[in-house]
């Protein structure tokens, strides 16, 4: 009878060894498929013309800034391009504290291009900084200010 627990203690020895064998491998894997993923990501952007080469170097945005940033954001991903009325009705600001968080932001290196249409201008946010905000949040956009009115 002690013959068979000994044995049946290292049958059970054994298997935690294997499933720790495992379970490290298993680790290791994921951690090789993650920069799998990066290389492949990176790779698609090539063959879409479209490199994250582009050092985007800019300072840190103030609340109201961020939360025009993301209006625009916003309102840029079902139009090309977005007035400065429609921003401030997506922020629930005035037109000039818009113009002025938006002056700002390109101040600080947010690269904010602008198009006009008469006395009109419509804005819009260069293509590779919305990727890399898209991927990486590098605005450092809360969360909390992701349901923009």
């Given at each position: 009878m002690r013959e068979e627990l000994d044995?049946?203690?290292?049958?059970?020895?054994?298997?935690?060894?294997?499933?720790?064998?495992?379970?490290?491998?298993?680790?290791?894997?994921?951690?090789k498929l993650d920069k799998l993923a990066?290389?492949?990501?990176?790779?698609?952007?090539?063959?879409?013309?479209?490199?994250?080469?582009?050092?985007?170097?800019?300072?840190?945005?103030?609340?109201?800034?961020?939360?025009?940033?993301?209006?625009?954001?916003?309102?840029?991903?079902?139009?090309?391009?977005?007035?400065?009325?429609?921003?401030?009705?997506?922020?629930?600001?005035?037109k000039s504290a818009v113009i002025n968080?938006?002056?700002?932001?390109?101040?600080?290196?947010?690269?904010?291009?602008?198009?006009?249409?008469?006395?009109?201008?419509?804005?819009?946010?260069?293509?590779?900084?919305?990727?890399?905000?898209?991927?990486?949040?590098?605005?450092?956009?809360?969360?909390?200010?992701?349901?923009?009115?």
């Amino acid at each position: 009878m002690r013959e068979e627990l000994d044995d049946h203690r290292l049958a059970i020895n054994e298997n935690t060894d294997e499933l720790a064998a495992t379970n490290e491998f298993m680790n290791d894997m994921s951690r090789k498929l993650d920069k799998l993923a990066e290389r492949v990501d990176e790779l698609a952007l090539l063959v879409k013309g479209v490199k994250d080469d582009k050092k985007f170097d800019f300072q840190p945005l103030t609340g109201k800034e961020k939360q025009v940033f993301q209006a625009l954001y916003v309102l840029t991903e079902s139009q090309p391009y977005a007035s400065y009325e429609q921003v401030a009705r997506k922020v629930l600001l005035e037109k000039s504290a818009v113009i002025n968080a938006v002056t700002s932001m390109i101040q600080k290196g947010v690269p904010v291009l602008k198009r006009y249409d008469g006395n009109t201008a419509f804005l819009k946010l260069d293509a590779g900084f919305r990727i890399l905000q898209a991927r990486k949040n590098i605005v450092k956009i809360d969360s909390l200010l992701s349901w923009v009115r």
